[in-house]
């Protein structure tokens, strides 16, 4: 059964840090380009980053640039998030596309597989 899961969420004050990891089991996320996305309440899901298969493009939201950074190594990849603001809070859910080597990605939801979410609540 292919499953991705997102952990790494909390309750965080303004200007805090978080660290999301997406993992996947059923198959090897390494030959995966993923993306990270998050839809608050009342909100549409909306992008907010990607990485591409082989780890050498990464694409962001202008929202989060400079403050967000996505990597991965082996299976697992994450989402550092710093300078926290409270509209990045929301549930964050990570997609996966098959794309072995692969050096793009896309912040479009269109990806196959997704995560159940993880919970951001940026508050003070």
């Known amino acids: 059964q292919l499953q991705i899961v997102e952990s790494g969420g909390g309750m965080v004050q303004p200007g805090g840090s978080l660290r999301l990891s997406c993992t996947a089991s059923?198959?090897?996320?390494?030959?995966?380009?993923v993306g990270w996305f998050r839809q608050a309440p009342g909100k549409q899901r909306g992008a907010v980053s990607c990485?591409?298969?082989?780890?050498?493009m990464t694409n962001y939201v202008e929202s989060v640039k400079g403050r967000f950074a996505v990597s991965r190594q082996n299976n697992t990849v994450y989402l550092q998030m710093t300078s926290l603001r409270p509209e990045d809070s929301g549930v964050y859910y990570c997609?996966?596309?098959?794309?072995?080597?692969?050096?793009?990605?896309?912040?479009?939801?269109?990806?196959?597989?997704w995560g159940q979410g993880t919970q951001v609540t940026v508050s003070s």
């Open positions: 997609a996966a596309d098959w794309n072995r080597n692969g050096h793009t990605c896309g912040i479009l939801p269109t990806y196959t597989y």
């Open positions: 059923g198959f090897p996320l390494m030959d995966y380009k």
């Open positions: 990485i591409s298969a082989d780890g050498t």
